[in-house]
């Protein structure tokens, strides 16, 4: 019964592995890309249909309380069956790595409103454009990660359907709030939920799925099986 107690509890921490490298990887392409490109010169891609979306400050909450959706879809996502987990975590590995070329490649911009310091969603909003500069741009990571919340449960039997749903509602409205709040652009949207698309399938050939689940049974292994070696040993004493 220990034994299986313990078997479960190391199951449990193998998981904590994909999605730490997630966010990391998450934070250092963004941060590597504005490191590199930051002085380069960006292209604002704004067309007309995008002059005609409003400029809402309240969608800022939308915007901002996103990182919550994807915390919660995330560790679901990694709490699914192995090969499944594999796959979309190889999947959000190799996005990022397109958004890292494009980043690099096509170096975007946009014109944000002027916005008088006024009221609180107005305060709100100056925070973002103080905290979130307008480059790396194309394509969304908001609109990336956003989506990938949803397609990483989509169909799932052990996720009710109304969750689903819910994810769904929640990654559109995180689509529209990157227009509404100005941050990003039509192009930047579609971008964003074609690439998480287009990786997740990529991700379903073995090789790639197959190659992420090696490196990170070789890292749980060096990691957890040594720390648990460990234990015994010291019980023994």
């Known amino acids: 019964m220990l034994k299986k107690q313990r ?22 392409v963004y941060a590597g ?13 704004e067309g007309p249909l995008d002059r005609l979306i409003p400029f809402w400050p309240p969608s800022a909450v939308v915007y901002i309380g996103c990182y ?24 959000d590995f190799l996005s990022r790595l397109v958004c890292f070329g494009c980043f690099l490649l096509i170096p975007t911009t946009n014109t944000r409103p002027v916005v008088e310091p006024d009221g609180f969603w107005n305060r709100v909003m100056l925070l973002v454009y103080e905290v979130d500069a307008a480059d790396n741009l194309f394509p969304s990571i908001h ?25 769904c509602l929640m990654a559109v409205l ?13 192009i930047d949207v579609a971008g964003g939920v074609l ?4 990786c997740y399938w990529i991700a379903k050939q073995p090789m790639l799925s197959k190659s992420y689940e090696k490196v990170l ?21």
């Open 7 to 28: 078997m479960a509890n190391m199951i449990q921490k193998e998981r904590v592995i994909p999605l730490l490298f997630a966010f990391a990887f998450n934070m250092a």
């Open 33 to 45: 890309a504005r490191m590199i490109a930051g002085e380069w010169e960006h292209y604002d891609i």
């Open 68 to 91: 919550l959706f994807w915390a919660v879809n995330y560790i679901i996502i990694a709490r699914q069956d192995k090969s499944e987990m594999c796959r979309f975590f190889a999947a």
């Open 143 to 167: 609109c990336l990660v956003s989506w990938f919340c949803y397609i990483g449960i989509r169909g799932k039997k052990e996720i009710p359907k109304w969750y689903q749903g819910a994810s």
């Open 174 to 186: 995180v689509c529209v709030s990157t227009l509404t709040t100005k941050q990003h652009v039509i």
């Open 195 to 198: 690439l998480a698309e287009f």
């Open 217 to 237: 049974d070789m890292i749980n292994d060096k990691i957890f099986t040594k720390g648990n070696m460990g234990c015994r040993v010291k019980r023994k004493q």
